[in-house]
């Protein structure tokens, strides 16, 4: 006799990894069927629909359940024509005289996996980290104060005031020493003693 652990709503699976998304499918089509409970045609084929098109069931549960909601929707009055199929993510027979990973097939209908997801978040995080460097750079080497160079961009501030503050004050030594020395001097002098 099969294992036992193998066996969810009266399949048996081969691989512990299928026994999980279809106990996690079991408990996803309870859930739909609470929360589409009461609903009429219209209402219950866009639920239908939605289920669909994001492939929410890949298993025998989960196609199971599509098959009941198909019921439905036909007992609701809603046309056989707009009830789409049921999708099949694979294939049933040999393909080239070998058997056909399921998994493979299924991945490839556009679900991302987990590795997958680890490497774009990997590659995220390392775009991220050079963007954050790169504003540290930028808030280093900027001439506006800001808490990481505010010390450094007021000391030159100041030391330029203080450089033109000179060059000023030795401008008016120059024009006070043209003024003392030239004959603006004994004119200067006149004033002076005239007062």
Request: aromatic share 10%; no cysteine.
């Amino acid at each position: 006799m099969a294992d036992k652990e193998y066996f969810v709503g009266g399949y048996y699976f081969n691989s512990k990894e299928d026994v999980k998304q279809a106990q996690k499918e079991q408990k996803q089509a309870e859930y739909f069927e609470s929360k589409l409970e009461g609903r009429n045609g219209p209402g219950m084929l866009a639920a239908y629909d939605k289920i669909l098109d994001q492939k929410i069931f890949v298993t025998p549960i989960g196609w199971t359940y599509l098959l009941k909601l198909q019921e439905k929707l036909r007992l609701l009055g809603v046309a056989e024509e707009k009830i789409r199929p049921v999708p099949m993510y694979f294939n049933f027979t040999l393909k080239n005289g070998k058997k056909e990973e399921a998994a493979q097939r299924i991945i490839s209908s556009g679900k991302k996996t987990k590795s997958d997801k680890g490497k774009i978040s990997i590659i995220l995080n390392f775009v991220l980290a050079g963007l954050v460097l790169a504003m540290f750079g930028i808030a280093l080497s900027g001439n506006n104060p800001n808490i990481l160079n505010y010390k450094r961009v007021i000391l030159n501030e100041y030391a330029s005031w203080e450089q033109e503050l000179t060059k000023r004050e030795q401008e008016l030594k120059k024009k006070e020493a043209e003024l003392l020395n030239g004959t603006d001097n004994e004119t200067f002098l006149n004033e002076q003693s005239g007062n």
